[in-house]
């Protein structure tokens, strides 16, 4: 039985290619925008907390990539959002139709703004 991962980086070791650069891609627009959170695993998935919260995690299936900013960010941006795939919390993309760095941001950002209100 395989190991789980315990880092980011374990996790994204165990990838193909394109599913391992297109979740860099997206790890690196998730750090820009909120420099301070921290990477963890949080449900066998890469996650970033910030003062101690969930902020948001990400991960890769068969058939697609996806990330989990909550259901508020995915609300927030529901007009950015049509040309994907979107459930409450949930946003599906393809590896070769990644999520905008600037789209990552403004999702994150929601998040951060909507956990300072708790």
């Known amino acids: 039985m395989p190991r789980k991962p315990q880092t980011i980086d374990e996790y994204l070791a ?14 690196k627009a998730i750090r820009a925008a909120a420099p301070k959170a921290e990477e963890c695993i949080s449900y066998q998935l890469p996650a970033f907390r910030l003062d101690g919260r969930m902020l948001v995690a990400f991960g890769a299936s068969a058939n697609h990539c996806a990330f989990y ?3 508020f960010p995915i609300a927030a941006c ?8 979107t459930s409450k919390g949930t946003i599906r993309f393809q590896v070769n139709r990644p999520l905008p760095a600037a789209l990552v941001r403004k999702l994150v950002k ?4 909507e956990n300072a209100r708790r």
């Open 110 to 113: 929601a998040r951060i703004a």
């Open 69 to 71: 900013p909550g259901a």
């Open 78 to 85: 529901t007009r950015d959002l049509k040309a994907y795939d």
């Open 14 to 27: 165990g990838l193909s290619d394109d599913k391992r650069a297109a979740l860099a891609r997206l790890r």
